[in-house]
């Protein structure tokens, strides 16, 4: 028997094979496992038709993976999947931008204002200023400037996106509009306690900010429709 | 390689550094406000209690959220860059870029400092992970496959006796 692992030694019944070689006249001969292969359709369709094997790779069809097909929503630039990545993306790209040149600008700063060496009373000659005192100088204003530029751009990013996600939800899509007022809203919130000409600046500011971004949107779609165009 | 631990749900590396970042600093910013705001009514005088919130709040929210925001960031461009170098995603990865980020963080506090704070901050990711683990594991027990009752054996009574 086949579990037992004993063949079967009777010898007066033959096995299934012998009976159709037997029957069909075929000449019995040699075959290995190669042959045996060969003959067998190993087809996963064919073998398990109902598990529908035949199509192409299929991808886990998952709610949070679903890109958002909001009108107007779609970014050339980043695929997003809702208000949390844009809030996220929007969020850290500007953050690090703003962490970046901030601290370009603090860089610069601190290589204005490098410690001058002096004179030394007993020598009267130029004392040098230690290495460490000036890296110093310049690590403080790097991360003076730094980070509070990034805050900054981060805390505007923040509020720019929640109000334009507001906006994309209440009128179930977007356009350049709601990005031109969310922009201004954010600007105004942003200065919000410094009186009304400092929020009308930033609120200006921050608008022309959002223009930038909708027409770098713009030419970004513009360039991959005409490459896809060429191609 | 297989690696059974991945974590699907996320972007692909080099881009998910940026959506930490951002997503860090959201958090922390937002957390801050309400932390500032409950924290700076409560320490102002009768009076002045709403100014004095919105007043905590813009100076102190923003900071939190760069914490936040860098420190979220950093782990997670060390652990992709742990990734990138290991080729295998396991704790260990997390614990290694806690490690880096609380050195990186304290670099300007001398080495004693920066040995202090990346073993603390190795300690908290290692606390994490081994609490996530248990956690996954617990999940997998409770939700264990159980095996078919047989059903040829004579432990049923019959409905009608």
């Known amino acids: 028997m086949w579990f037992s692992g004993k063949s079967d030694e009777s010898g007066s019944t033959p096995q299934n094979g012998e009976i159709l070689r037997k029957e069909q006249g075929i000449p019995k001969k040699e075959e290995n496992v190669q042959d045996i292969l060969n003959t067998v359709d190993f087809e996963p369709e064919k073998l398990h038709p109902l598990a529908g094997l035949n199509k192409d790779i299929e991808y886990l069809d998952l709610d949070d993976e679903k890109l958002s097909t909001m009108e107007g ?3 050339p630039i980043l695929a997003t999947r809702g208000w949390g990545d844009d809030l996220c993306y929007g969020a850290g790209t500007v953050y690090v931008l703003g962490l970046g040149f901030g601290g370009l600008r603090g860089f610069d700063e601190g290589l204005k204002s490098l410690p001058q060496p002096k004179v030394d009373p007993l020598t009267n000659k ?3 200023v230690p290495f ?3 890296l110093n100088t310049i690590l403080n204003q790097v991360t003076k400037f730094g980070p509070h530029a990034g805050n900054t751009a981060g805390v505007l990013g923040i509020m720019y996106n929640i109000i334009n996600s507001s906006f994309d939800h209440y009128r179930g899509k977007h356009d350049d509009w709601n990005s031109l007022a969310s922009g201004f809203l954010s600007g105004a919130l942003y200065k919000s306690t410094s009186g009304l000409k400092a929020m009308g600046i930033s609120s200006i500011l921050m608008t022309g900010v959002a223009a930038s971004w909708c027409g770098l949107k713009r ?3 513009h360039k991959q429709a005409a490459s896809r165009f060429e191609n | 390689m297989s690696t059974p631990e991945a974590d699907h749900s996320r972007d692909p590396c080099p881009i998910v550094i940026l959506n930490d970042f951002g997503g860090a600093f959201a958090m922390g910013a937002i957390g801050g406000c309400i932390w ?3 924290k700076g009514f409560r320490n102002s005088p009768y009076g002045e209690r709403y100014s004095g919130a919105i007043n905590a709040v813009k100076a102190r929210a923003p900071v939190v959220g760069g914490n936040f925001g860098v420190w979220g960031g950093l782990f997670s461009f060390y652990d992709c860059g742990l990734r990138a170098v290991r080729k295998r995603e396991d704790a260990w990865n997390a614990i290694l870029a806690g490690f880096l980020v609380g050195g990186s ?6 080495k004693r400092h920066i040995f202090n704070s990346a073993v603390t901050c190795a300690c908290v990711l290692g606390v994490f992970e081994g609490v996530g683990m248990m956690f996954s594991r617990y999940m997998a027990w409770a939700n264990k496959p159980v095996a ?3 059903p040829d054996e004579q432990q049923q009574t019959p409905l009608a006796a």
């Open chain 1, 219 to 221: 030419f970004v779609a």
């Open chain 1, 126 to 128: 130029l004392r040098p």
């Open chain 2, 36 to 38: 500032h705001g409950i």
């Open chain 2, 105 to 110: 963080l304290a670099i300007r506090g001398g």
């Open chain 1, 73 to 75: 929503s779609g970014n």
């Open chain 2, 148 to 150: 078919m009752p047989v």
């Open chain 1, 132 to 134: 460490k005192l000036k």
